[in-house]
């Protein structure tokens, strides 16, 4: 069954330094998101992109934010200069033609700042 | 700002009990998904409901969205062990984008 991967699944990093967590949507998969989660707490929605563009950004997804979809396959999350609250699990996700209806989730890039 | 409250938060039964989780709402949403998801890993796609008072089942899950698609309800016939986990609903506030809004989730444990 296709599914979401996502890359590293784990990253130790300095604050102040740049992340870049990688993913491969769902290969014929038109809508891609990220989505965090602090630990203990909701899933929250950070941003989606469509036709290599933002459709929708979250309060959350600030300028240290960025994404970009570099090739036909990879869906990338870049934080720029990260921050303890940066901390989180990271997770990637994509949808078909019917965007809103079913989305499929990655396995997780679980992020530690420190 | 769409809220989706989820209750109970925790849940203890013992195994073949019945149980029903609530994800409520005052908001419509156009499509309303459960997830479930294990510790350390992703949410995994249980269902989906689209049409307002749609009963979707799977297996010894029933999923229903309530007819003014504010509230759906998933309800679990003779719970096992292996049912054990923690239960998302998700709501999709537009057709137009892929939005999900998360409830805080349901902490199920069936004990043998």
């Known amino acids: 069954e296709p599914e979401v991967t996502q890359t590293p699944s784990h990253q130790v990093t300095q604050m102040g330094q740049e992340v870049i967590l990688r993913c491969v949507p769902i290969s014929n998969h038109l809508y891609f998101y990220w989505y965090r989660q602090i630990l203990g707490q909701k899933v929250e929605f950070l941003v989606s992109?469509?036709?290599?563009?933002?459709?929708?950004k979250s309060e959350i997804f600030d300028d240290q934010f960025s994404v970009e979809r570099p090739d036909g396959s990879n869906f990338t999350l870049k934080i720029r200069s990260t921050k303890l609250e940066d901390s989180a699990m990271y997770f990637c996700?994509?949808?078909?033609?019917?965007?809103?209806?079913?989305?499929?989730f990655g396995e997780g890039s679980w992020l530690t700042v420190v | 700002t769409q809220l989706l409250e989820q209750s109970p938060q925790f849940l203890s039964i013992q195994e073949g009990e019945n149980l029903t989780v609530y994800c409520n709402s005052s908001s419509v949403f156009s499509s309303l998904q459960w997830y479930r998801q294990e510790p350390g890993e992703g949410p995994v796609l249980l269902v989906t409901v689209v049409t307002g008072g749609e009963v979707k089942k799977l297996k010894r899950l029933t999923f229903q969205f309530g007819d003014a698609r504010k509230d759906s309800s998933l309800h679990i016939t003779a719970a096992q062990p292996g049912d054990t986990g923690l239960y998302l609903c998700a709501g999709a506030p537009s057709s137009n984008t892929g939005k999900l809004i998360f409830g805080q989730g349901t902490t199920l444990q069936v004990k043998p």
């Open positions: 992109f469509y036709n290599n563009e933002i459709s929708e």
């Open positions: 996700a994509s949808s078909g033609r019917d965007r809103g209806h079913t989305i499929y």
